[in-house]
């Protein structure tokens, strides 16, 4: 279903009709449509990497979402545990790469944190607003100094807002 125009023009004493009532009953799923606007995914394996100087896509295959927006603010979100590939204790950057273009800084993207003794769970909610309405692609990079790897069940997802 469609969004429609609502009806401005009342008139005081104008009876509601049906095609009023189902107007509004179509925008309101419309509305509930595009509030649940999301893609997903969940990772089944690990993920493992050597050093990465520059940033690079984590998995450019399932961490790389695509979602069409009505136009608007985006949440985007991950969660996942990090353990350091060697014996030696690492620092790991994360950052979004929409529509081809990193969000954050060349050195730290947009998060820089510690893997540090056996495992490190790190997570991020953040808010693109303002995108314009189409299809839209997120990918999710990491950059790091030594061996890292992302434990299987880590969860990446885009919703508009």
Not at 131 to 145: E, I, P, T
Request: contains cysteine.
């Amino acid at each position: 279903m469609a969004w429609t125009t609502p009806k401005t023009d009342w008139s005081t004493g104008e009876l509601v009709t049906a095609a009023d009532i189902n107007a509004i009953g179509g925008n309101l799923v419309e509305l509930r449509r595009l509030s649940t606007t999301i893609a997903s995914h969940t990772t089944t394996a690990d993920i493992t990497t050597p050093y990465v100087p520059q940033f690079a896509d984590i998995d450019s295959h399932n961490l790389n979402l695509t979602l069409v927006t009505a136009g608007g603010d985006v949440l985007v979100h991950f969660h996942g545990v990090f353990i350091r590939g060697s014996g030696d204790d690492t620092d790991n950057c994360l950052d979004i790469v929409l529509d081809g273009n990193r969000q954050g800084d060349d050195e730290n993207g947009f998060m820089r944190f510690g893997v540090y003794g056996r495992r490190r769970a790190q997570s991020f909610t953040r808010l693109i607003q303002n995108l314009s309405a189409g299809s839209h692609a997120f990918k999710l990079q990491w950059r790091n100094w030594k061996r890292v790897k992302l434990y299987a069940g880590a969860q990446f997802w885009v919703r508009e807002i």
